[in-house]
């Protein structure tokens, strides 16, 4: 399978088609994905198809029972994941003025969770992820009286 010119493939390769690649890959199938995205079946198989061949290579593994990513096709995956989620925050921002996913994360906890559990739970990912999101962790009980003074009635 031979991949097309990369100025060709910019004006080939759409959202929607990032959208379907992210939607098997999540369903585990094409008939999954098309119930996410309340497509018909040939149209997410017509939209992978079109898709792989504008890459030059097989993003999924096809299974006696659905699909599994490729190594090459999870690459591919996590980079629309990004592009998906940049585009959330541009249409939010376009329409309303304002970002998606934004805010504050306050977690509180004893002293043995905050030291013990908290550190292993996935926040900084998520900070990461959503850049709109802030993190602020609590622990103790003065710290979390405090805060939740501080909380509107």
């Not at 299974?63 to 249409?91: K, V, W």
């Not at 905050?114 to 959503?130: H, M, W």
């Amino acid at each position: 399978m031979s991949a097309i010119p990369p100025r060709r493939l910019e004006a080939r390769l759409r959202f929607r088609q990032l959208e379907v690649v992210r939607a098997i890959a999540e369903a585990g199938s094409v008939r999954g994905a098309a119930e996410r995205l309340a497509l018909s079946a040939p149209a997410v198989s017509k939209a992978l198809a079109e898709t792989e061949h504008a890459l030059g290579c097989e993003l999924f593994t096809r299974l006696p029972r659905g699909m599994a990513p490729t190594p090459r096709g999870e690459r591919i995956l996590s980079h629309a994941r990004l592009l998906l989620n940049e585009l959330d925050y541009f249409l939010s921002d376009a329409i309303t003025g304002e970002g998606v996913n934004q805010g504050l994360l306050r977690l509180g906890a004893s002293p043995y969770v905050g030291n013990r559990i908290l550190p292993a739970l996935p926040v900084a990912s998520l900070v990461l992820i959503y850049r709109r999101i802030s993190a602020d962790f609590l622990q103790g009980v003065q710290e979390l009286r405090e805060a939740a003074r501080q909380l509107p009635a």
